[in-house]
């Protein structure tokens, strides 16, 4: 039988609970499968129909899931390809009872959230660790205690420690400690008042982390363990760090291992020699280089999440550390700023994912200038297919090329060098409809992508998108100069272009940053950060 793990959070969202659980994952990882779930309140059946500003990035898994971002946490600590179904939403539960009372399912019963939900939602989880052979479940409970949201949520865990024993669960609750100017001493009130909400609920946690700038102190420590009902040993201190990656670490010389361990009768020593390294690499580097990322949901960097994940990694392998300047090409568009001033002192560029007609004219103009001025280019998704289309009009004298995503009311495109994917053009729902998740890119063998990728004849990419390069437009743009060097090897769709005579001018259909982990970078970033060392 699995072993269960839940986290929780207190005081104030955004304190990292997806990260934190990874971390613990991490440590337990070196001899148990751990197997991540996370259960969100919201009412969406999944975060795909979101605006990134709002939610943060829509991680897309390899069967094709739009999941929570921590799943990217997830995936890059624990190593392990998650499934959709391992992240559960109060949309999808609720669905299901609704098909299942539809169905006469309930035998006549008043279906109720208790038992019906909670039930559901416990059913889950035994099902996920039947299914995936677990040696221990990781559930993150999002949102923070005391939400309307996740009452159920934490009902049904409550329910789960009654079912399974003590020895076989253990409760994590993750808190935030303030430090006030006035006062510059550490208050454990918050902290306090947060468990006792959760008290409320049936449950008491037996590991404490808190949040803060500063380790805990001793007396910080003590007072969170009497008031708290846990040892002292057991309330962890969880530091503001530079580098996500530290945290394994950090949990490590507070003795959290130890703790899980015991409590759970469980062996499984953390093996952190090569994670450690890195993350040597990552804090002191030797070498620095400046990255622009040109996109239109820059007020939120947790939009871009896989792709400053994916930058770092790629730093530690080449000693050096990423500095990123974001830019809003919308500035570009209205005048506000000029290119060359935005890419001032700039090594390298990613015009990454998105969608709508807001802030693409500005894109385009960046990726015209990248490209004459040899500046290493990555184009993701939407940026590959702005690529073309900037090529298109510069390059082959279509004055009036564009995507088709850009026509409204009726005003068709002259120049359609980029066009919808024949299986989405009768698509009229928005959520779970795009081309999602793990495709096969076949690679054109002479090629820089083939080359990059250790002259594979295939890999294997996610995607997202409902747009593809126009396949009437290849040949003329291939005559041009441009080169597509990655295809799906059945569908003939366009999965990568390249520009022969630049340093690197890469862009992809697929979403490299996704499958990247810190032992293993992608190729395409790790050649990014590379060619863009060499421009510094």
């Not at 490299?512 to 421009?535: D, G, Q, T, W």
Request: aromatic residues 8%.
């Amino acid at each position: 039988m699995a072993k269960f793990i839940v986290v929780t959070g207190g005081v104030i969202s955004g304190l990292g609970k997806g990260i934190s659980s990874a971390s613990i994952g991490k440590l337990l990882s070196s001899k148990l499968r751990v197997i991540p779930i996370k259960c969100d309140g919201y009412l969406n059946t999944d975060p795909g129909t979101m605006n990134p500003i709002e939610h943060g990035e829509v991680f897309v898994l390899d069967d094709g899931g739009e999941v929570d971002m921590d799943f990217g946490h997830y995936e890059r600590f624990l190593e392990v390809n998650a499934k959709s179904s391992w992240n559960l939403t109060m949309g999808k539960i609720f669905q299901e009872i609704l098909d299942n009372e539809r169905e006469g399912n309930y035998l006549g019963k008043t279906v109720q959230y208790i038992p019906h939900v909670t039930d559901l939602i416990k059913q889950k989880f035994y099902q996920i660790s039947q299914d995936e052979n677990a040696d221990i479940i990781l559930i993150e409970i999002g949102g923070t205690v005391g939400d309307m949201e996740n009452e159920l949520y934490l009902e049904a865990v409550r329910q789960l420690g009654q079912e399974v024993g003590e020895h076989n669960i253990i409760f994590i609750h993750l808190t935030y400690i303030p430090k006030p100017r006035t006062t510059k001493e550490q208050k454990s009130k918050p902290t306090q008042q947060s468990v006792k909400l959760l008290n409320e609920r049936g449950i008491w946690p037996s590991v404490i982390i808190g949040r803060a700038s500063r380790s805990l102190t001793p007396a910080t420590k003590n007072k969170i363990a009497m008031f708290c009902n846990v040892p002292s040993e057991a309330v962890i201190s969880g530091v503001n760090v530079g580098s996500v990656y530290e945290i394994p670490l950090l949990y490590n010389e507070e003795g959290l291992p130890g703790i899980l361990h015991k409590r759970l009768n469980i062996y499984s020593p953390p093996h952190l020699v090569e994670w450690r390294e890195l993350v040597e690499k990552i804090k002191k580097p030797s070498h620095s280089v400046t990255i622009a990322i040109c996109g239109k949901y820059t007020a939120l960097q947790d939009s871009y999440a896989s792709i400053i994940e994916a930058l770092a990694q790629s730093g530690a392998h080449l000693d050096t550390r990423i500095h990123i300047k974001w830019l809003e090409t919308t500035r570009i568009e209205d005048g506000e700023t000029t290119i060359e001033k935005e890419l001032e002192g700039v090594n390298g560029v990613i015009v990454p994912g998105g969608f709508g007609t807001r802030g693409i004219e500005g894109k385009i103009q960046v990726i015209k200038y990248v490209r004459e001025n040899k500046i290493p280019f990555l184009g993701i998704c939407y940026g590959m297919q702005l690529a073309v289309v900037e090529y298109a009009r510069n390059v082959c004298g279509m004055a009036n090329a564009n995507t088709v995503e850009v026509e409204c009311d009726n005003n068709s495109v002259e120049v359609p060098v980029v066009c919808i994917l024949p299986s989405q053009r009768e698509v009229t729902r928005k959520g779970g409809t795009m081309r999602l998740g793990g495709q096969d890119v076949a690679l054109k063998p002479d090629t820089q992508a083939y080359e990059l990728y250790g002259k594979a004849r295939m890999i294997r990419q996610r995607f997202r998108h409902r747009y593809e390069i126009n396949p009437e437009f290849v040949t003329i743009l291939e005559e041009q100069g441009l080169v597509f060097s990655g295809y799906h090897p059945e569908e003939k769709i366009v999965q990568l272009m390249e520009l022969p005579g630049h340093p690197f001018f890469i862009g992809t259909q697929f979403h490299p940053e996704l499958i990247s982990r810190l032992e293993k970078p992608e190729p395409l970033f790790y050649n990014l950060v590379k060619y863009s060392l060499m421009k510094a």
